[in-house]
């Protein structure tokens, strides 16, 4: 069954496809039009609304705070009554230095505040805070699947994994829309189209 949509789709192949479709014209208009320039990098006021502009053509909620608890495999993310909390103390953690930077990228992550496009989100949202910050952007194509989903799991244990991956894969092509296409191009092929499970509160 897909989610619930304003597309009208009830197959999850075909909503899909139109989410990639849709989300990646987005993304490239939030690059080609200056959009991200105006958002306040590490806040989660730029991460809403990168979500609502990517995903607003498709779903009621984006933008907004999912109200359902989410678990992928045995990882259940930050429970919906804790989440509203968390927000606000990932929104105060410091975002000078690279290492502070992948430990915010890994607790919004692990916060997982939107029912649907998170990935593609928050990375968008990670590169804000690098390209502000040090003046570098991540090239995900240099960021290996198996590598990159694995370091995930294991980040909210350990985050050296994932240090290392992105420290590996950091540009000072901080401008390229090739290289920022590139993460939202590998956005479907680092989720893999995977399927939440979910409690309805």
Sequence with gaps: MALENKLGLTSSADLAREEERIS????????????????EPGKFSALKAIHKYLFDEIY??????????????NFRFVPVMYLEAALENIDKMPQSTFDEIVEKYVEMNIAHPFREGNGRSIRIW???????????VVDWS??????????????????IEINHLLKN?????????????KGIDHSYYYEGYTTFKTEEL
Excluded at 60 to 73: L, P, Q
Excluded at 169 to 181: C, G, H
């Design 24 to 39: 990646k014209k987005k993304a490239a208009e939030l690059f080609e039009n200056g959009i991200l320039d105006k958002l």
């Design 60 to 73: 009621d909620f984006a933008g907004k705070v999912r109200t359902v608890n989410i678990a992928k495999g």
């Design 126 to 136: 990670l590169d804000l805070i690098f390209k502000a910050e040090l003046h570098k």
């Design 142 to 159: 240099k960021v290996d699947k198996e590598d990159y989903l694995l370091a995930m799991e294991r980040s909210s244990i350990k985050d």
């Design 169 to 181: 894969a950091l540009t000072d092509d901080i401008n390229s829309r090739e290289v920022y296409m």
